[in-house]
């Protein structure tokens, strides 16, 4: 999600916490562990191209050829995270003695018989909305953690598809309390650590930009997983609604979650939705086939908001994404302007949905009386005073909305526009002064553009947008019909490869 006021400044010293029967965490100040049957202290990758660099696509490569093996792999990120998870705070829990044991059968398999799907060996983190068998789900509260829960009796249905592909789960991701924020409290951002990385999935972007794991899942009700994506400088998808299982996961609004993609590559993203929706998905989008691959803009044609809402933009983020989209054009593509349909209704829609549902799935936990943060307590409180009539009122708007949509991508392949309307903000700061002499609020600013696709279910697609040299991150989103996830990462990857292809990992400042 993302919907709701910053109300945490980040954590420090607090750590991720150690899984049941996993072993030692990865705790800040402590030192590198002893990796099992090693005999040694893991030390930092301090190679000109470390393992922690490598894409999630790239990874997979080196496993399968034999040039890197899945223990080799895995030993070097959590000495990165070691190195690094004290200045970031991108993990709640890291599944160490597990991912390494994971890691050995993997190398054996390949040796023996070959990968067992095309991410065989490659590590991915998980926020911590998904059940991970044999761990905790705490969905980002600190009053369940406290409580220590009771570990799953099995995975997520998409943690079991990246499992059945031969992936490695590293850990869990921090994340707002219920996935309800757009700040992830205890996580810096790893380009800017004195400002936020965004949320809810702000852990899982944060792992994903600072090199502690290639490839992370999220959810995205109301951005959750583009807000991130966009000001941690990495890719987000969110597919279309429906498009991937639910199952095993705490929901917080159950007619707009969407597991969703955390990547340091459009490349990457591909791949991940590949293997998390099966054949049938991936040949219903193609992103199998090469049309999701590099290619011309020629004979798309791309829709771009009108002035009146650009300039509801920070002018940085205005720049960069007009600058995108005429380097779109000048590759062929056609650019039409457009106003975005009922675009004033689109957040208070989203907003009243996702209140009354997330009240009605959390209502045992509300009367519990259990210690929430007062924030996520006042929004479920709220929540449940949403009367039946302006719900049903809510649930119309959005159909009104896919009509109206529908009609709008006649004859257009693609919409283009910001991800989030503001660069990452600085921790704790909620007002923010308009050149008009207005005032914006960060929740508001940060959902503005995220909530059309929230809201009609459509995919969309943020990448980043300019260069790291250019400022602040900025997300360029691509939004698309539904199924239409390979027109998005052909001009992802387009613009990705355009720009000198995806960003860097972020180096955060260490003691």
Same mark, same amino acid.
């Given at each position: 999600m993302a919907d709701t006021e910053s109300f945490a400044e980040p954590a420090t010293g607090t750590g991720p916490a150690v899984a049941p029967g996993t072993g030692p965490a990865v705790a800040p100040g402590t030192g590198p562990a002893v990796a099992p049957g090693t005999g040694s202290a893991l030390e930092p990758d301090t190679g000109s191209a470390g393992a922690y660099e490598l894409t999630a696509v790239e990874a997979a490569a080196r496993v399968a050829e034999g040039s890197l093996s899945p223990v080799d792999l895995v030993s070097r990120l959590l000495a990165r995270i070691r190195e690094t998870e004290s200045a970031v705070g991108a993990y709640t829990v890291v599944l160490e003695e597990q991912v390494l044991e994971e890691a050995e059968r993997s190398g054996k398999r390949i040796a023996q018989s070959g990968p067992l799907g095309p991410l065989d060996g490659v590590p991915v983190s998980v926020k911590d909305l998904f059940d991970v068998a044999g761990t905790p789900t705490w969905a980002g509260s600190q009053a369940l953690r406290r409580a220590g829960g009771t570990p799953a009796a099995a995975d997520a249905a998409v943690v079991a598809r990246l499992r059945a592909a031969g992936a490695l789960v590293l850990g869990k991701t921090r994340m707002d309390e219920f996935a309800f924020g757009t700040v992830t409290p205890g996580t810096r951002n790893p380009r800017c650590p004195e400002r936020s990385a965004g949320g809810s999935s702000g852990g899982a972007a944060a792992a994903v930009a600072a090199g502690l794991g290639p490839l992370a899942l999220g959810t995205d009700t109301g951005g959750s997983v583009r807000i991130p994506a966009a000001m941690c400088g990495v890719v987000g998808l969110k597919p279309t609604f429906g498009l991937l299982p639910s199952d095993g996961t705490t929901a917080l609004s159950w007619s707009l979650d969407t597991p969703g993609v955390l990547a340091r590559s459009v490349e990457d993203a591909a791949l991940a939705l590949a293997v998390l929706g099966g054949p049938a998905v991936s040949v219903a989008t193609g992103v199998g086939s090469s049309a999701a691959r590099l290619g011309s803009a020629v004979g798309l044609t791309l829709a771009v908001p009108d002035d009146a809402l650009f300039a509801r933009c920070a002018p940085d983020v205005a720049e960069r994404v007009a600058a995108a989209v005429e380097s779109l054009a000048e590759l062929g593509a056609r650019v039409v302007r457009v106003a975005l349909p009922l675009a004033d209704m689109v957040s208070p829609a989203v907003s009243l949905i996702m209140a009354a549902e997330a009240s009605a799935g959390h209502r045992t936990t509300l009367e519990s009386g259990v210690e929430l943060h007062p924030t996520t307590r006042d929004r479920l409180e709220e929540g449940a005073l949403v009367p039946a009539r302006d719900y049903i009122d809510a649930l119309r708007v959005r159909q009104l909305l896919h009509n109206r949509w529908r009609e709008a991508f006649e004859g257009v392949d693609a919409f283009v526009l910001p991800t989030v309307a503001i660069t990452p903000v600085e921790h704790g700061e909620f007002f923010l002064p308009q050149p008009d002499g207005g005032m914006d609020v960060v929740p508001v600013a940060s959902t503005r553009f995220a909530h059309p696709a929230?809201?009609?279910?459509?995919?969309?697609?943020?990448?980043?947008?300019? /260069?790291?040299?250019?400022?602040?991150?900025?997300?360029?989103?691509?939004?698309?019909?539904? /199924?239409?996830?390979?027109?998005?990462? /052909?001009?992802? /990857?387009?613009?990705?490869?355009?720009?000198?292809?995806?960003?860097?990992v972020a180096e955060p400042a260490t003691d």
């Open positions: 929230s809201l009609t279910g459509l995919p969309a697609l943020s990448v980043p947008c300019g /260069r790291p040299q250019d400022g602040l991150p900025v997300g360029l989103q691509f939004m698309g019909r539904p /199924r239409g996830e390979a027109v998005l990462l /052909r001009l992802g /990857r387009l613009y990705e490869t355009l720009n000198g292809g995806p960003w860097p």
